[in-house]
């Protein structure tokens, strides 16, 4: 497969970075997934306050994706040469991109989140900061891991006053569903002589999680309808 020849503007390679990398129906279902999973923690989720879950859910889905796309880009120009920021002229502009992404994220939480999940908005920016500079020559299947760590504190961030312990299981429960999504999809993480064993070990995983989402649904259930 050829390398696809980058467009004359910047405008017209984030058109098709959108067209190829956020609007598709994976992405589309991982941002109603998240929006459902944040408001099913949230302590009052009136449904004039779903608005704000979903828009929160949805700008931080695309600057977390645009970054893993960015630090990923040694992984593309190998196996996905095809791909805008393998051969854009501007991926300089694709990183103010990125940052600016954050912005209205970072106002929404200041203004209309706690404190605590503004500070842990810092805290996994940093941590994936690391993760990304650290990473690069990690085995595939690791590194995978540890980047989707990121979708149990996006569905806290972007719940509303969130139950801990729900925001931790249900988050816990995302994520596993999509490291075995992605080991599943990705040759490079099924190269890992290990992979079926972390299969295993992640379906066994979700059983416990279901084990105690059944015990606690009743009233879960009743506390959701009472909102």
Request: charged share 15%; net charge positive; hydrophobic share 55%.
């Amino acid at each position: 497969m050829g390398i696809t020849v980058s467009s004359k503007s910047f405008a017209d390679d984030v058109l098709a970075y959108t067209a190829t990398r956020l609007a598709r129906a994976h992405i589309g279902l991982l941002w109603l997934v998240l929006t459902g999973c944040a408001l099913f923690v949230s302590s009052w989720p009136l449904m004039t306050d779903s608005a704000m879950p979903a828009l929160l859910a949805a700008l931080l889905i695309a600057q977390f994706r645009l970054w893993d796309d960015l630090a990923d880009h040694r992984h593309d120009a190998q196996l996905h040469p095809q791909r805008v920021l393998i051969s854009t002229l501007y991926r300089h502009k694709f990183v103010l991109l990125c940052i600016v992404l954050a912005v209205p994220s970072v106002w929404m939480l200041w203004f209309w989140r706690d404190p605590a999940q503004r500070l842990g908005y810092a805290a996994l920016c940093a941590a994936m900061a690391v993760l990304y500079i650290a990473s690069p020559h990690w085995p595939r299947i690791a590194r995978g891991h540890l980047v989707l760590l990121k979708y149990p504190v996006l569905t806290w961030l972007c719940a509303i006053s969130p139950q801990t312990y729900r925001a931790l299981t249900l988050g816990m429960t995302l994520w596993l569903v999509l490291a075995l999504i992605d080991m599943h999809s990705d040759p490079s993480m099924r190269s890992s002589p290990y992979w079926r064993w972390i299969k295993n070990v992640e379906f066994a995983a979700l059983l416990v999680l279901a084990v105690l989402a059944l015990q606690h649904a009743p009233e879960a259930l009743r506390e959701f309808q009472a909102r």
